[in-house]
């Protein structure tokens, strides 16, 4: 790990910090990290900054576990079983929490590439394409006109719908590394179109990622597909 890189670290652990003490005492605060109430005191108010092993133990366990809380907070659930992740996809500084916390904590291979598809896992996608300083492309259910050539994944689902997913053929090249990822991940239908692509542009996957899992389905899906990890941040029951 490089000077910037370990800054980077050590700025992500006082970010996580700092969302933590919003609702909690420095005693409070001291009890959930294991760590002296001063020296929190003093990274949250940016005097001293903690050194790289106690950094990354904020952003690998602590971090997981308080964005994952902080994730559940956000969503809402109603009787149908539909998730509203409004609160956490539309708030880009939560999502630039939640980057490093995968990155460090999923054991992700560093890919070339984040892709998602359109839309709502644009902005996770761009998170995490922004803390690896990578690509980030996303398929659409469209094509675009000015572009010539796409690579194509089409599936029929279970209703019978086809869905089919385009991807501008110069987004991903040969041989890269491709991380998938999205907002929610329930059947695994779209993640496995995002595979098929990836495939297709004979990429390989570094891993598929989503903010929440509805039920166990999608990623034993997404796992019978690739070798790469393959993980969310927080489950919700699938109804």
Same mark, same amino acid.
């Given at each position: 790990?490089?000077?910037?890189?370990?800054?980077?670290?050590?700025?992500?652990?006082?970010?996580?910090?700092?969302?933590l003490k919003e609702?909690?005492?420095?005693?409070?605060?001291?009890?959930?990290?294991?760590?002296?109430?001063?020296?929190?005191?003093?990274?949250?108010?940016?005097?001293?900054?903690?050194?790289?092993?106690?950094?990354?133990?904020?952003?690998?366990?602590?971090?997981?576990?308080?964005?994952?809380?902080?994730?559940?907070?956000?969503?809402?659930?109603?009787?149908?079983?539909?998730?509203?992740n409004s609160a956490?996809?539309?708030?880009?500084?939560?999502?630039?929490? !939640? *980057?490093? +916390?995968? &990155?460090?904590?999923?054991?992700? %291979?560093?890919?070339?590439?984040?892709?998602? @598809?359109? =839309? /709502?896992?644009?902005?996770?996608?761009?998170s995490l394409a922004?803390?690896?300083?990578?690509?980030?492309?996303?398929?659409?259910?469209?094509?675009?006109?000015?572009?010539?050539?796409?690579?194509?994944?089409?599936?029929?689902?279970?209703?019978?719908?086809?869905?089919?997913?385009?991807?501008?053929?110069?987004?991903?090249?040969?041989?890269?590394?491709?991380?998938?990822?999205?907002?929610?991940?329930?059947?695994?239908?779209?993640?496995?179109?995002?595979?098929?692509?990836?495939?297709?542009?004979?990429?390989? !996957? *570094?891993? +598929?990622? &989503?903010?929440?899992?509805?039920? %166990?389905?999608?990623?034993?899906?997404?796992? @019978?597909? =690739? /070798?790469?990890?393959?993980?969310?941040?927080?489950?919700?029951?699938?109804?």
């Open positions: 790990m490089n000077r910037a890189e370990k800054a980077a670290l050590q700025l992500r652990a006082v970010d996580v910090l700092r969302m609702t909690r005492t420095y005693d409070e605060l001291a009890e959930t990290t294991g760590l002296p109430a001063g020296d929190l005191n003093r990274y949250v108010n940016g005097h001293v900054l903690p050194g790289t092993d106690r950094a990354r133990e904020i952003v690998e366990d602590l971090g997981r576990d308080a964005l994952a809380s902080e994730l559940n907070a956000r969503i809402r659930v109603d009787e149908e079983g539909y998730v509203d956490a996809v539309f708030d880009q500084p939560f999502l630039d929490l !939640v *980057a490093p +916390v995968v &990155a460090e904590g999923f054991e992700f %291979d560093r890919p070339d590439v984040v892709l998602t @598809a359109a =839309t /709502d896992g644009i902005t996770l996608a761009a922004s803390y690896y300083g990578v690509r980030c492309a996303y398929a659409k259910k469209s094509k675009e006109t000015a572009v010539e050539e796409f690579i194509e994944a089409r599936q029929r689902l279970q209703s019978g719908i086809e869905l089919t997913y385009y991807l501008p053929e110069s987004a991903i090249d040969s041989g890269e590394s491709v991380l998938v990822v999205d907002d929610l991940i329930r059947s695994g239908e779209t993640q496995e179109l995002l595979l098929d692509i990836v495939t297709t542009a004979r990429a390989d !996957v *570094a891993g +598929v990622f &989503a903010l929440i899992a509805a039920g %166990d389905d999608g990623i034993e899906r997404a796992r @019978a597909r =690739t /070798d790469a990890p393959v993980g969310a941040l927080t489950t919700v029951a699938d109804r």
